[in-house]
């Protein structure tokens, strides 16, 4: 007799036993680390392929809060994680000469101002403003006032003072990131297979990944394979074919050139993206060595133009000769295909303006566990994952592209070409909205805050008409007695902060 229960074949999971990761850069070895801390109760073995010969991409420095998230959660010692990774503090980004030459402005971390009778900061501030009567945006920032004066410290109990909520990031040397999550995922388990894998094996009934073979003609079976391949994507591209979705009409970058260069005085508690003719530069201080690179289009700038633009804008001593790295700017059009997930640079890229690659792998990784699936992989949840991916991809695009193709620039083929850039209508939206009353919609899981928009917006010289008529409900001297409190009390705080290298010196210092 048929009954409303599923059969004891379909009531049942068949849980996985054996995954396989490809790649040991920084999204395998994230992979790897994830999974020993997470899977451990499941009695799956992990197995993480990579080859010395081919190498990783090397460059990945610079991070965004979270991943002070993904430190924590593994239980790692984040003294250890710096001293060993010669990591520096991060409270935000400057960008210098974007919106003209010039002209700077800073992205801070972290929450700026406090809500007044249910109205947030960036309205009040934002009426203030348009009347003449508020400093700028940074200076009632205490992330964007402590990186001014080179500042840092982690946050204390100290109740209503802005100490509480300083949010921070890492700047560290990626390839010694790598080896420390690596030393990390074979104590718990984790076995390195070194090897070339130059073949992929499907199961003719429904094309799921079974096995890969390797150059020396050993064969690595699995039940769930994660694709950390790189640029390529030898999994979900090669072998599946998961198709990509070009985004370079949004972003006209396609090529970076990078070179570690000698520390020139104390490292700043912030990145620097300094625009140039045809691209950008990024500064990126580290305990031991500043990393550099220029981001560029080849289409107005040649690589040797390029080198020569990162090599006479460094503050030291390069360290090695310059590196040139091809890019196509977008995204895995389905990351999780079948039973591969893709991290990292096989499932997408955005240039690292705001320092979001390596947040996007986490990304993946957290909400892979939250869905973990068994062997049956359902194609719904796979359905669901990839929407979500492809939703934060494309506002972290937007957000890119706000960069771009809203400055004032007009000095050289390149900025002419970035006025000229087409807006994705989800970006069009939210400027338009900002330019209305000021207001801003941070949509579902989007990454970046309410107050991230409102630091560029505002640092790109995009103005709101008229104020936010919720704020016609607020005393207006109580609005400016807020503001003033807010700003002097910033500026006291950060005298009482340390110095970065101080700082560092004191708690998690790189030996040697
Ligand atoms: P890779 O580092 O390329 O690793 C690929 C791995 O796959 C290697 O171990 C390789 O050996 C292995 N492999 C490939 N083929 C095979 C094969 N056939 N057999 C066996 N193994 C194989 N992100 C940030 O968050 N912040 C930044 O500041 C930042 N800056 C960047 C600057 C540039 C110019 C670029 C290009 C990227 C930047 N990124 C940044 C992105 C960041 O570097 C990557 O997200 C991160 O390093 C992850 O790389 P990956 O592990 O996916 O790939």
Redesign the pocket.
Known sequence: MATSHASNDTATNAPLRRIVI???????WMAAASLARFLRNLKCDIQL????????????????PPIMNFIRVLGIDEDDLIRQTNATFKLGIRFQDWTRVGHSYFHPFGRTGFEMEGIGFPAYWMRQRLAGDAAPLEEYSLQAMAAAHNRFMRPVQAPGSPLEGITYALHFD?ALF?RYLRGYSEARGVTRVE????RVDLRPEDGFIEALR?EDGRRIDGDFFID?????G?LIEEALQAGYENWQRFLPCDS?V?VPSERAGPPPSY?LAAARSAGWQ?R?PLQHRE?N?V?YARDFLSDEAARETLLSNLAGKPLADPRV?R?VTGRRRESWKRNCLS????SG?L??LE???????HRGLALFIQMLPDRHCEPADIARYNRMLAFEYERIRDFLVLHYATGQRRDSDFWRHCAGIEWPDSLRAKIELFQGYGRIQREDTELFPEQSWLYVFTGQDIRPRRPDPMTDLLDPDKIRGGLANIHDVIGRVVQTMPHHQAFIDRHCAAAG
């Not at 490809?22 to 395998?28: D, M």
């Not at 950390?228 to 390529?232: A, D, L, M």
């Not at 320092?355 to 792998?361: G, K, W």
């Open positions: 490809v790649g040991g850069g920084t999204a395998g392929v990579e080859s010395e010969q081919i190498g990783t991409i090397g460059v990945g420095e610079a991070t965004i990626a790598a090897g070339r894998v130059v390797l950390c391949s790189g640029f390529r030898l970076a990078a990145t990024w990126i990393g690179g981001v790295l890019f991290l990292g640079l096989a890229f240039e690292p320092s979001t690659s390596i947040h996007m792998v």
